[in-house]
């Protein structure tokens, strides 16, 4: 079978590729896209947290410090309605400078309390303020110091707490989405490929069956032509054989006859062979076979055609070994490869070769006939396949002899190889069991 031409394949991966390609941007472009109005959304978010802090940090200003009273309703009142800020703590130093001592907090049990951790004593020290995020059971805060300074001196200390929760919601279902979408959009170019996929394998199977079909009807013609013409040829012979004719003309004719009618019955049993072998009933009487019972009358009768053609034809004689097989097919098989290597050798030489190699008989049929192409090599054991070239056009054939002795082969436990150069010449090998 002819390959199919290598475009209409490649198209099916190029689709594909295509696919892939499309669908991996629209994901980079969604992403893109939510990354980008995420980044401004939390930029906005994070704008009005720091516009919160600047103002609870105005409001408590040092004046408030000598008040706790005015202090304590102040930052109740920063409080109400945020619902992002969860602490604000005014602290003094204790008066034994061992800590801070809380004046006012929105956590009303906490005033009073007295801290000495690290963080506050560095608050003390900074002008500038410090700031850190802290992690409680899965919400972030965000936690900022501030020192209230009067007249250049430090008078206390606000903490203030706000959560990062609607932040990290917010970051979380932006994460979400752009996963959500990705995840969709995969599914969706999966089930995309694989209907493509299906819809590909049966584009192939109908080209493929296109050629199947168009080397059937090439068959069609061929063998409609190799059973007509015998058949004009013995019509002719018998209207001879009606009119007047003496003995040696008429034992020519039925000769002729009888020679057509033989190349009729091998075409017929070709056929007869192929249906077999397709259904899987073609009968195997596998018994020890006398390889060389089989050969060597072949090689007279052939070695004779070969010369009367100009060839030259080499055998060397021997003992061979015995293989185990079906004789009637051993025979089927060699009289296909020397008819063949006779028949593609316009000049030259063939010669029949037996080798023994590891538990089988391998017998090689070489020509330094038309010899055969790499491409037509790889479609040269299908079937109805021939090689078309003006060489081969004159050259009459069914192109089943070469699938069929493959197929009745490798049903013996063996097989049939092929090697050839266009233009040098082919060696056949064909393999079988010896018999042990
Ligand atoms: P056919 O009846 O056409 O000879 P085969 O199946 O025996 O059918 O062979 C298939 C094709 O292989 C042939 O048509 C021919 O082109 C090529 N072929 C077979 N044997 C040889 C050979 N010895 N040298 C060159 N070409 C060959």
Redesign the pocket.
Known sequence: MKPLPLIRKQSVVVYSIFLILVVTAVIFWNSYYSLKKFEESTDALLLSKARLAEEVFGTLSSDLLSNPDRLQQKVKELKLGESDIAAIIVYVRSENGEGFRSIASTDQEDVGNIRSEFPYFLAWEEEAGSAYISNDSGVRYWNIFRRIDSDGERKGLVFFRFSLAENDAFVRSAIDRVYGVAFVTLFLVFLLLLHHLRFSRYAIRALELEEVDRMKDDFISMASHELKSPMTIIRGYVDLLGSECGPEERKDYIGKISMNADRLTLLVD?LLDVSRLEQGRLPMRMTETDLGGILKPLIVDYGIIAQEKGLKFLFEDAAFPAVYADPERVKQILV??L???V???PKGTVAVTVKERAGRVIVT?A?T????SSE?LKN??SKF?????EQ?EQ???????????REIARKMEGDLE?E?IKGV??H?SLFLKRMN
């Open positions: 070709d296909n490869l008819s063949n290597a028949k593609y050798t049929v020509d006939g038309l010899g055969i037509d040269l054991f396949y021939r090689v078309k070239s081969t050259i009459t054939g069914t192109g089943l002899g070469l699938w069929i002795s092929v050839s010449g082919s056949f």
